[in-house]
């Protein structure tokens, strides 16, 4: 396995290399257009300082952007317990050292990726569109498929290459829109036959515009090369971790069935997703700049693995469906060791039950957006959303009145910057908060210690859990 990580190293450096090449030399086009042939040497530095700004940024927060932009809320176990579980189990099986933090998105898209810009700060998100429509194996191939990601350090060359296309795409427009406003070209001509090397000046000023336009296409169908093919060995590397490649498959079907567009994604991040996110453009574009393999060859691929599911099958199945034999290294190849495919019997999800996980879903994000949830005698489920200010409302059934659990946020804030001071002092304390549980839908309630609301899943099957703020352990109890 790390034989076969060296070698997806190496291709992603060389790939790498040649867009670093690209950025310097429309870097030094620019600067022999815009300063003659002694500026060549500004436009290299002004490539080279803007792809290390970008880089400085992508290395320090890139992650935490992609997280930010995609309205990604953080998961614990306390809110889903299964997705937490899931990700466990295959982390587990990956053997990493660390378990990646857990995102949901807030769409009804069916999508997922990995980012983080190392193994032990690596984060897996998921939308809520998909976690719908997924029973535990296809969330464990998804989860899996991700994961790969993660093991093959294909998230941070990702994330460093699509800094290379950003900078080439950015220092492109420059030039071109400083040429298209600036009227630079009149002044060109002007300079240089007045100095005797017009031909010169033009012939150079027509190239730096043909490689102003190239350079971002080139790069571009470099950075989608290299993610079609990781998403073929991330296939491969999923059915590994779960040795069920029909659980996989029946995931990538339900996501290719999906028609909605994920709007927070764009053309510099799409490839980081385990299918296009642009659903609409997906039928228009051809493979040669598609961000993704095609979903309906994935799934033929999967679909025929039946002996077996380690790197030589998968090599198999891949050169029956594409004619080729060039995805797995030679080093994955050796590995001749026979992983049989689990047998499991797929639960199916009928129409009333997807209804339900959408229902439960939708009940997850307001929990995540910190809505509270309520159940009168009567038993009425209220959801109440979080800028609710007032202690108390009143069932819309029965007319009763329902005290609303608020948050102190002054008690919360106190609570935890004591917590290693008081809550440590005395560990019998942080047991003797009980809380009865009143049914098995979502409960919110709060914290004896730090007054910060405690949202309890349906999910949860444990005895105890920790306070999110002052992390005091709560027992929880039927009634």
Request: hydrophobic share 40%.
């Amino acid at each position: 396995m790390w034989e076969l990580i060296q070698e997806n190293k190496k291709k992603s450096w060389l790939i790498f290399i040649y867009m670093g090449i690209c950025l310097l030399l429309i870097g030094y086009l620019i600067g022999y257009v815009w300063f003659s042939s002694q500026g060549a040497v500004y436009g290299i530095f002004l490539a080279i300082c803007l792809w290390i700004i970008l880089s400085l940024i992508s290395y320090a927060s890139g992650d935490s952007i992609l997280l930010f932009s995609s309205h990604a809320k953080s998961v614990s176990h306390n809110i889903h317990p299964q997705l937490f579980n899931v990700v466990e189990e295959i982390k587990i099986a990956a053997n990493l050292p660390v378990m990646p933090k857990i995102y949901i998105i807030d769409t009804p898209a069916t999508n997922a990726f990995a980012t983080g810009k190392t193994i032990e700060n690596s984060s897996i998100a998921i939308t809520a569109g998909l976690l719908s429509q997924l029973n535990r194996d296809e969330l464990q191939g998804v989860i899996a498929h991700e994961m790969s990601h993660i093991i093959n350090r294909d998230v941070m060359y990702m994330t460093f290459a699509g800094v290379m296309l950003g900078s080439i795409t950015l220092l492109s427009q420059i030039f071109l829109r400083g040429m298209w406003y600036s009227g630079s070209s009149r002044r060109y001509r002007s300079r240089s036959s007045s100095s005797g090397g017009g031909n010169a000046q033009i012939i150079a000023m027509i190239i730096a515009l043909i490689f102003a336009i190239l350079a971002p296409i080139l790069a571009r169908l470099f950075y989608f090369s290299l993610s079609r093919k990781r998403e073929y060995l991330a296939d491969a590397c999923a059915v590994r971790l779960t040795r069920y490649p029909l659980g996989l498959a029946s995931a990538l079907k339900k996501i290719s069935n999906s028609k909605i567009p994920l709007e927070s994604a764009n053309k510099i991040t799409a490839p980081m997703y385990i299918d296009n996110p642009f659903k609409k453009e997906k039928m228009k574009v051809s493979s040669l700049f598609s961000t993704h393999p095609p979903i309906e060859e994935r799934i033929q691929i999967l679909g025929s693995l039946m002996q077996g599911v380690n790197y030589t099958e998968y090599q198999k199945a891949f050169s029956k469906i594409k004619g080729q034999s060039s995805l797995i290294p030679s080093s994955g190849l050796s590995d001749s060791k026979n992983i049989s495919i689990k047998q499991t019997s797929a639960t199916k999800n009928p129409s009333q039950t997807i209804k339900k996980n959408v229902r439960d879903t939708g009940d997850l994000i307001r929990a995540l957006n910190n809505f509270i949830f309520l159940t009168c005698v009567c038993g009425l489920k209220l959801k109440i959303p979080p800028n609710f200010k007032k202690q108390s409302t009143s069932c819309p059934r029965c007319s009763r009145n329902i005290p609303v659990p608020l948050a102190d946020v002054k008690i919360a804030a106190a609570a935890l910057g004591a917590k290693g001071k008081s809550l440590k002092k005395n560990v019998s304390q942080q047991i003797k908060q009980v809380y009865l549980r009143k049914n098995k839908n979502w409960e919110t309630f709060n914290c004896n210690s730090c007054h910060s609301l405690v949202q309890l899943s349906p999910l949860l099957t444990e005895a105890t859990i920790p306070c999110p703020n002052c992390h005091q352990k709560i027992n929880i109890e039927n009634t």
